[in-house]
């Protein structure tokens, strides 16, 4: 199935898990983790208004290095990369170094 690039599929729940490689805050209220598992790359697309929850816990607890789990849509950005967009991040473990 190819998705074109600005689009995620509303119809389909994704789940994912990886290690947080990469954390950029694009504004307040629009977060971007690249996850890495298994040498493959996926971003996160995270926006205040489609997240389910606290989005202030996503800056104040999640750091590079830490393992979680990610519910939400799949799709492609309008710079075409494949994203997710999750309407829940869970903390599995945390990096102590």
């Known amino acids: 199935m190819k998705i074109e690039k600005g689009?995620?599929?509303?119809?389909?729940?994704?789940?994912v898990t990886g290690r947080i490689y990469n954390i950029r805050d694009q504004s307040a209220k629009l977060k971007f983790f690249d996850i890495h598992e298994d040498g493959e790359k996926i971003q996160v697309f995270a926006t205040a208004s489609e997240y389910k929850g606290d989005f202030d816990f996503l800056s104040k607890t999640l750091r590079r290095g830490d393992i979680v789990g990610i519910q939400g849509y799949a799709g492609r950005t309008k710079t075409g990369e494949l994203s997710i967009r999750p309407?829940?991040?869970?903390?599995?473990s945390y990096c102590l170094h």
């Open 7 to 15: 689009t995620f599929l509303e119809n389909k729940e994704v789940s």
């Open 87 to 92: 309407s829940k991040i869970e903390p599995l």
